[in-house]
C-alpha cells in the first residue's frame, strides 16, 4: 500500500497570500495518477485537481497541482476567503486509493 | 445535476449489519464505475471500496479494513450502489460518502490498464457503532 504524507500538518497564511501544499509518496505513484481534494468542515469532499496537473470542472485557476514519482505540490496562487479549508492528496494509481492525512489551511 | 444522495445511516450496536444506500442523478448511472469513502469523526478520508461498471465486470475491490465483512453492489435500473455492512465494529463509526468514479484507460503495449479517480462526492451518511 502507497503511504501519503502531506505536509506541513497546518498553514497559517493571510488571504492574497501564495499556498504551497506538500505530498510525499512512500513509493513512485503510477502515472502521476494523484489528486487533491477540499473540504471545509462539515461537508463534502471536492475534487480540485486529477491525475497531478488537471484542474477538475469549475475549478478557479488559482489553483495548480504539479509533481510526478513520489513527490507532488498543490499550490494556490493568492488565497481568497473561500479556500481555507483542509486539503486532502490521493493516489489512484494502484490499489488500495490511498489518502493523506490533510492539510490544514487556516487564516493567520 | 450531477447527484449522489446517501441514506440508511444510523445508530447500530456492535456486530449488526447495516446497509447504506446511494441514489444517482443527473447521469448514466450504469457507465460508472462508484466508490464508498468514510471518514471516521475529527479523522482523515478512508477508501473503503468500490464497483465497477457491469461493462467492466462490476467487479468489485475492497480496503483491508473492511474486506470480509463489507459488501458493494449496484442496481442499475435503480441508479443505486449499496454498501451492505456485516459485523460492525465501533471502529466503522463514521460519515459514508459514496461517489462516482472517472475512468482512465491506459495502453500499455497490448494490455489496457483502468484507472479510477473519484469526481462527484455525495453528502454523506453518518453511521455510529456503538452498544
Known amino acids: 500500500e502507497i503511504v501519503l504524507t502531506q505536509s506541513p500538518a497546518t498553514l497559517s497564511l493571510s488571504p492574497g497570500e501564495r499556498a504551497t501544499l506538500s505530498c510525499g509518496a512512500s513509493q513512485s505513484v503510477s502515472s502521476s495518477y494523484l489528486a487533491w481534494y477540499q473540504q471545509k468542515p462539515g461537508l463534502a469532499p471536492r475534487l480540485l485537481i486529477y491525475d497531478a496537473s488537471s484542474r477538475a470542472t469549475g475549478i478557479p485557476d488559482r489553483f495548480s497541482g504539479s509533481g510526478s514519482g513520489t513527490d507532488f505540490t498543490l499550490t494556490i496562487s493568492r488565497l481568497e476567503p473561500e479556500d481555507f479549508a483542509v486539503y486532502y492528496c490521493q493516489q489512484y494509481g494502484s490499489s488500495p486509493r490511498t489518502f493523506g492525512q490533510g492539510t490544514k489551511v487556516e487564516i493567520k | 445535476e450531477v447527484q449522489l444522495v446517501e441514506s440508511g445511516g444510523g445508530l447500530v450496536q456492535p456486530g449488526r449489519s447495516l446497509r447504506l444506500s446511494c441514489t444517482a442523478s443527473?447521469?448514466?448511472?450504469?457507465?460508472?464505475?462508484m466508490s464508498w469513502v468514510r471518514q471516521a469523526p475529527g479523522k482523515g478520508l478512508e477508501w473503503v471500496g468500490f464497483?465497477?461498471?457491469?461493462?467492466?465486470?462490476?467487479?468489485?475491490e475492497y480496503a483491508a479494513s473492511v474486506k470480509g465483512r463489507f459488501t458493494i453492489s449496484r442496481d442499475d435500473s435503480k441508479s443505486i450502489a449499496y454498501l451492505q455492512m456485516n459485523s460492525l465494529k465501533t471502529e466503522d463509526t463514521a460519515v459514508y460518502y459514496c461517489?462516482?468514479?472517472?475512468?482512465?484507460?491506459?495502453?500499455?503495449?497490448?494490455?489496457?490498464?483502468?484507472?479510477?479517480?473519484?469526481?462527484?462526492w455525495g453528502k454523506g451518511t453518518t453511521v455510529t457503532v456503538s452498544s
Open positions: 443527473g447521469f448514466t448511472f450504469g457507465d460508472y464505475a
Open positions: 464497483i465497477r461498471s457491469k461493462a467492466y465486470g462490476g467487479t468489485t
Open positions: 461517489t462516482r468514479d472517472r475512468l482512465i484507460t491506459m495502453v500499455r503495449g497490448v494490455t489496457n490498464f483502468y484507472y479510477y479517480y473519484m469526481d462527484v
